[in-house]
């Protein structure tokens, strides 16, 4: 079970709400539909940027386990969670993008689902690993943005 308590299998289900939704109502025009696009890779962009920096840091980017470091530089310099914050942003999105307008109610169950089942344990985690570090860390940079 625990292959599937993963952020990217919940962004899937959160997905397919929003695409089942459109079977209810659909809104919008070219013009939404274009800033959904530019969201979905705003938010592959901040999630690709975040992957990048914690290999060169040799942390893992899998919840539940162990870091091996407190990544810090990059965008974790504006964000503590990038790859959460490009899940929103492509969530988002795709509720622009396939004119989805009921589909925007599951961004913020979403983003208080994952903040409370994989931020919170994780943050933990960190805070145990690395201590004032961490403290340090989280009083400069913001959960979100």
């Known amino acids: 079970m625990k292959y599937f308590d993963l952020p990217p299998v919940w962004l899937a289900l959160a997905a397919a709400v929003v695409w089942a939704s459109r079977s209810v109502v659909t809104a919008g025009g070219a013009a939404l539909q274009w800033a959904g696009i530019a969201l979905v890779a705003a938010g592959l962009a901040l999630m690709l940027a975040a992957v990048i920096t914690m290999t060169r840091a040799r942390t893992t980017v899998i919840p539940h386990r162990q870091p091996d470091a407190l990544v810090t530089q990059g965008i974790f310099a ?8 490009g899940d929103v942003l492509l969530l988002t999105g795709l509720c622009l993008w396939w004119q989805a307008p009921l ?8 983003t ?20 004032t570090a961490f403290t340090d860390y989280t009083k400069a940079v913001r959960r979100w943005v």
């Open 78 to 85: 504006r964000t503590r969670n990038p790859i959460y914050l």
């Open 103 to 110: 589909g925007l109610a599951t961004v913020p169950v979403f």
């Open 112 to 131: 208080i689902w994952i903040t409370t089942h994989f931020i919170t344990a994780e943050e933990a985690r960190l805070h145990a690993a690395f201590g």
